[in-house]
């Protein structure tokens, strides 16, 4: 559930339950003020009633609205009443001993001014006192139709619930709305970051710099970015170090190799006894970290390059050229080279950084393929794009390893890359040299037996 909508159902809450008290506040003074008009009624009835009653003028409370108001006079301890209105003599309704309740009364018409419920019931509000006259306790019982009362709060109830619920969805939809404003910075960081990888450590987020506007959104994105500052020179540093080292490196190397080769050189001159075995191994330790060193310069170069040179690369020739060299190699296992190419492959970059990329990949497709195998090569146009596909048979990559094998330093089989003089810069040089050039590069497996690594670069 996004911080959105959470914000939202809690801002439509919160306005729920405080309209949810001011209506049951609002419900409850209500029903007060009619209860106490309804008993004010009753009392004035009760009072001129009782006096017309004493002095022997029962007649006289018509004059009151008897046939309005339910009334009942008792001596105190008998059961017959002493006195009854008009209505009282219509309807019966049963007594109890508290100062005020109310009661449920089948009508059915015998009560003219009360107003009847579907099933023919009136809600009556009554009251009891006690009072004495000439020494006689008597008890008084009067009441009063309310049912239009508790049909006018039944109305009343359904409007408040039903604005209630209206408030809540108008809650929320404001709230979703007002939430979607106060938020949008959030998202913009969101969006931006996600674009923000090692590659691309140069972007920052977005912030204002207007007087007055340094709210905690914007401070989040300054601080942000003062992070990714420190990432990209962190970044860079480090780059820089490793093509510094391997740079640092590459003369003693050299070094090494010549004074290798010088002692080859004696020992087949002079028959020393130098073990021939040990002087291959030494050559061949040599020009293995001779080759590393190499690929880790070029890898260093193509992270550090931000951008490539935009000249017509004629893709058609880089490939002709390189399958013809490595036919040469291919030879002495019975690896065939193949190529179908397309005209018109031309896209703009660098030709020597692309020779380098594609050759890594016919050197991979040469080195992995079963002896008598075939590298086949292929290059057509498309939407756009010029499409590379170098197949090849014999080295089936694990399909979790499709993606990892474009990541430094890795090898599907350690093994038989070590064996090849392998380090596993290779596809990782091949990966970055593409991406300069605005394109993308996939390995997936075409059957049981078969490779393919694709090269997709937009056309010129």
């Given at each position: ?6 914000i ?85 309704i ?10 449920s009364v089948?009508v ?38 309310v ?163 935009t ?24 690896i ?16 020597s950084?692309l ?89 997936e ?16």
């Amino acid at each position: 559930m996004s911080i959105r909508f959470k914000i939202s159902i809690l801002i439509a809450l919160a306005g729920f339950l405080s309209g949810f008290i001011f209506s049951a506040w609002m419900m409850h003074e209500v029903i007060h003020e009619y209860t106490e008009s309804v008993d004010h009624d009753l009392k004035m009835f009760s009072e001129e009633a009782e006096r017309a009653f004493f002095e022997d003028s029962p007649d006289e409370i018509s004059k009151y609205d008897s046939n309005k108001y339910w009334m009942e006079i008792y001596e105190s301890g008998k059961d017959t009443p002493v006195f009854r209105t008009e209505l009282a003599k219509r309807l019966t309704i049963a007594k109890r001993s508290s100062g005020h309740w109310n009661e449920s009364v089948k009508v059915d018409g015998k009560a003219p001014y009360a107003r009847q419920s579907r099933d023919g019931t009136s809600f009556f509000h009554m009251r009891m006192k006690e009072l004495s006259h000439n020494g006689i306790t008597y008890v008084v019982y009067t009441g009063a139709p309310v049912e239009y009362m508790r049909g006018e709060l039944i109305e009343l109830t359904a409007g408040l619930a039903g604005g209630l619920v209206l408030a809540l969805l108008l809650y929320f939809g404001g709230s979703y709305f007002l939430a979607g404003v106060i938020l949008k910075p959030v998202r913009e960081i969101n969006d931006r970051t996600k674009n923000i990888t090692e590659k691309h450590l140069h972007m920052r987020l977005p912030f204002r710099e207007k007087g007055g506007e340094n709210d905690e959104f914007n401070e989040l994105a300054k601080t942000l970015n003062g992070l990714f500052d420190r990432l990209e020179n962190a970044f860079k540093r480090q780059k820089r170090l490793i093509a510094d080292v391997s740079h640092e490196l590459k003369t003693p190397l050299s070094v090494m190799r010549l004074a290798a080769d010088g002692l080859q050189r004696k020992f087949d001159a002079s028959g020393a006894d130098i073990p021939e075995e040990d002087l291959r191994r030494l050559s061949d330790q040599v020009m293995r970290m001779d080759r590393l060193v190499k690929d880790i310069l070029n890898l260093s170069a193509l992270e550090l390059t931000g951008s490539v040179s935009t000249e017509q690369v004629d893709v058609k020739s880089i490939i002709e050229v390189l399958a013809e060299d490595y036919r040469i190699i291919a030879e002495d296992r019975g690896i065939s080279v193949n190529c179908m190419l397309s005209a018109g492959l031309t896209v703009k970059g660098d030709g020597s950084k692309l020779t380098r990329a594609i050759s890594n990949i016919l050197d991979n497709a040469v080195k992995y393929s079963d002896e008598g195998g075939v590298v086949q090569v292929s290059g057509r146009r498309g939407d756009g794009s010029v499409v590379i596909e170098v197949t090849n048979g014999g080295c089936v990559i694990p399909e979790q390893d499709t993606e990892k094998v474009f990541e430094e330093f890795f090898r599907v089989e350690q093994s038989r890359a070590s064996g090849y003089g392998g380090a596993g810069l290779g596809l990782a040089i091949v990966k970055r040299t593409v991406e300069l050039h605005g394109g993308i590069v996939t390995l997936e497996n075409s059957d049981e037996k078969r490779t393919v690594v694709k090269i997709i670069l937009p056309s010129a």
